[in-house]
């Protein structure tokens, strides 16, 4: 399924352009991951690839997977030293203050039983910061596009620091079931 979603692919990586609905870890309840397709992404090499980052379940786009130990290791320094640009597109069930703007918003992860884990905003989180701009407000929605250089958030907790939930995020947002972000190639 996955090996014609392939975007790039040299002897130490390849970009694979992820499907919305396909999480990258396997889910705790079981079910189908990223892990079920790995043995059609091997392209005569012996090891499974593995996946340098993650994208949450319900986000679309290019995801980085690593064909050996080494690349693997290099390529996760360069998105923990933030040398690694991600931008997301979202579109937002709400439309923010202004057209674009800076969120500062330290994140934890927290987990629960009933719930899974989720990013929430916090004191004592992670530093994240996020500029992000609206692209084309629609009724009361917005498309903005939310480079990120702070490591695994993505923008469900951002869009609802700026007052609009991303539309289909299934904890933050609303209309579930609805694709909502996307993890855009840099242009």
Not at 2 to 10: H, I, R, S, W
Request: charged residues 30%; proline residues 7%.
């Amino acid at each position: 399924m996955l090996a014609d979603k392939v975007l790039f692919l040299d002897g130490e990586a390849m970009v694979i352009d992820k499907p919305a609905g396909l999480p990258v870890d396997p889910p705790r309840r079981g079910g189908i991951s990223l892990e079920n397709h790995l043995d059609s992404l091997t392209f005569g090499f012996h090891r499974w690839p593995m996946a340098v980052h993650r994208l949450d379940q319900d986000t679309s786009g290019c995801l980085l997977l690593s064909r050996n130990p080494k690349a693997h290791a290099r390529l996760q320094q360069a998105f923990e030293a933030n040398r690694v640009e991600k931008r997301y597109l979202a579109v937002l069930d709400g439309v923010p203050d202004g057209i674009e703007g800076m969120i500062d918003l330290p994140l934890s992860k927290v987990s629960t039983r009933e719930e899974g884990w989720r990013m929430t905003g916090s004191p004592d989180g992670k530093s994240a910061r996020t500029a992000w701009r609206v692209l084309r407000t629609e009724g009361e929605a917005d498309a903005g596009r939310i480079p990120s250089r702070d490591g695994p958030h993505a923008p469900d907790s951002r869009s609802c620091a700026r007052g609009a939930g991303r539309a289909g995020g299934r904890r933050r947002g609303v209309r579930p079931g609805r694709q909502s972000g996307h993890a855009a190639p840099r242009r």
